[in-house]
């Protein structure tokens, strides 16, 4: 059964970039048909799908983000890397990685969910 789990400070001063990275293991993130996501959640939106990077390597932005994200991948340590930049206190929320059969995910009742992480972007 694969499992995620996501790691990175909890803590970022605004107009800094945040950095987060989400290790797999009991499944490669290279296998066919599967898409590793970037998900966070407020109280205010609840969950936004950030963005995606597929089995092949491609990526996929949300457009209100783009401006702002970079999904990477590591295959060797079978990683997928968020950077989201010039973060505000808007961006305090907790961020999730998440596999999926599909490019865009919004619930949780389907694909396979870390278990989030608290980002607070503060001064």
């Known amino acids: 059964q694969v499992q995620l789990q996501e790691s990175g400070p909890g803590l970022v001063k605004p107009s800094q970039t945040l950095s987060l990275t989400c290790t797999v293991s009991?499944?490669?993130?290279?296998?066919?048909?599967?898409?590793w996501s970037w998900i966070r959640q407020s109280p205010r939106k609840g969950l936004e799908w950030m963005g995606a990077?597929?089995?092949?390597?491609?990526?996929y932005y949300n457009p209100s983000l783009k401006s702002r994200t970079s999904i990477s991948r590591d295959t060797s340590k079978n990683q997928f890397t968020l950077q989201l930049s010039s973060v505000t206190p808007e961006d305090t929320v907790e961020y999730y990685c998440?596999?999926?059969?599909?490019?865009?995910?919004?619930?949780?009742?389907?694909?396979?969910w870390g278990q989030g992480t608290q980002v607070t972007v503060s001064s």
């Open positions: 998440a596999r999926s059969q599909t490019v865009r995910l919004t619930t949780k009742d389907l694909g396979s």
């Open positions: 009991g499944g490669s993130i290279t296998t066919n048909g599967y898409y």
């Open positions: 990077i597929g089995y092949r390597g491609f990526t």
